[in-house]
């Protein structure tokens, strides 16, 4: 049995910062890729970021790009998703999954946490 638990979620002013982390229990889950994803009310979950097990392969949705980082301590059973210059669009519940895998429709993940609100105000 995986469980994944998020935490580091709030409310900031646009512009601001946070940092979400991710604490797996569960063995084997740092040979894995893991990802966060996001859902905003009215809208589908979407694909944010991933990381391969090694930590050395990274992808990023479009609109994150240069503003969100992805990092992994498996030391510490741990994903990270440093969020910076947060925009209102930003507003969302954010999720950790793992392992994730590319589908033909897009990034899949297999276990979930349970999620984290994220509110940006402009």
């Known amino acids: 049995q995986v469980t994944l638990v998020e935490s580091g979620g709030g409310l900031v002013q646009a512009g601001g910062s946070l940092r979400l982390s991710c604490t797996a229990s569960g063995d084997g889950l740092n040979l894995y890729d893991m990802g966060w994803f996001r859902q905003a009310p009215g809208k589908e979950r979407e694909f944010i970021a991933r990381?391969?097990?090694?930590?050395?392969?990274?992808d990023y949705q479009e609109s994150v790009k240069g503003r969100f980082t992805i990092s992994r301590d498996n030391a510490k059973n741990t994903v990270y998703l440093q969020m910076n210059s947060l925009k209102a669009e930003d507003t969302a519940v954010y999720y950790c999954s793992g392992p994730v895998v590319l589908t033909g429709a897009g990034w899949r993940g297999y276990y979930w946490g349970q999620g984290t609100q994220v509110t940006v105000s402009s």
């Open positions: 990381i391969s097990g090694s930590g050395n392969e990274k």
